[in-house]
């Protein structure tokens, strides 16, 4: 994931009058050599570091999170409490069981090619294929695993009025990830919404 999935969604809401921030995690829009040397810590920090920046300029910050994104999301509001927190298919749990073997399988190889991995007239979209959709990346698959088992662990400490939004479509991430979230959270404000029609990047599907 980069920046750009949130990109249509981040203009619309700053149109209506708020500020916005979409951190560029570490590894993630630039390469996969670079994407390889990052690892969990790296990525939450950047999420907290934004976060701390916001609340330096802003009365209130609200947190929005897609994919690992949301996992990230459920972690930082677990921790810093903030008013309102948006999770976008966010990946507590993932279709492809063989997540739990990473930390096994990064140990014998970084990345795996895949194939028929369809290509794109943008050019920024067809060089993010090229470096990263065109792989299978074990080593950082253990990464996000491991924020996966945190995220479970932190959502019962969730009070955050919540919006936990799901898409039917999802080949990615399964409907039962947001009924964990919804389920476990501890907030007294808390929503589900299901989209029937869009798939795992709701943030440009909807």
Same mark, same amino acid.
């Given at each position: 994931?980069?920046?750009?999935?949130?990109?249509?969604?981040?203009?619309?809401?700053?149109?209506?009058? !708020? +500020?916005?921030?979409? %951190? *560029?995690?570490?590894?993630?829009?630039?390469?996969?050599? @670079?994407?390889?040397?990052?690892?969990?810590?790296?990525?939450?920090?950047?999420?907290?570091?934004?976060?701390?920046?916001?609340?330096?300029?802003?009365?209130?910050?609200?947190?929005?999170?897609?994919?690992?994104?949301?996992?990230?999301?459920?972690?930082?509001?677990?921790?810093?409490?903030?008013?309102?927190?948006?999770?976008?298919?966010?990946?507590?749990?993932?279709?492809?069981?063989?997540?739990?073997?990473?930390?096994?399988?990064?140990? !014998? +190889?970084?990345?795996? %090619? *895949?194939?028929?991995?369809?290509?794109?007239?943008?050019? @920024?979209?067809e060089y993010l294929r090229k470096e990263y959709w065109s792989y299978n990346w074990p080593k950082q698959a253990a990464e996000l695993y491991k924020l996966m088992k945190l995220a479970r662990k932190s959502v019962s400490k969730i009070t955050s009025d919540t919006l936990v939004v799901a898409a039917k479509n999802d080949n990615?991430?399964?409907?039962?990830?947001?009924?964990?979230?919804?389920?476990?959270?501890?907030?007294?404000?808390?929503?589900?919404?299901?989209?029937?029609?869009?798939?795992?990047?709701?943030?440009?599907?909807?």
């Open positions: 994931g980069s920046p750009h999935d949130f990109e249509y969604m981040a203009k619309e809401v700053n149109r209506a009058g !708020f +500020t916005v921030s979409v %951190p *560029r995690l570490p590894g993630h829009g630039t390469c996969g050599e @670079d994407f390889l040397t990052t690892t969990a810590r790296d990525w939450l920090r950047r999420a907290f570091d934004a976060y701390y920046d916001l609340k330096a300029i802003c009365d209130r910050v609200y947190v929005v999170g897609l994919s690992m994104g949301g996992v990230i999301a459920l972690i930082l509001a677990s921790q810093m409490n903030p008013p309102k927190l948006v999770t976008l298919a966010a990946a507590t749990h993932v279709f492809d069981k063989r997540i739990v073997l990473t930390p096994i399988l990064k140990l !014998f +190889t970084k990345k795996m %090619p *895949r194939e028929n991995i369809e290509k794109y007239e943008d050019p @920024d979209i990615m991430v399964p409907m039962k990830a947001a009924e964990f979230i919804y389920n476990n959270i501890r907030s007294e404000k808390r929503k589900l919404l299901v989209f029937e029609k869009s798939g795992h990047v709701l943030s440009n599907d909807v």
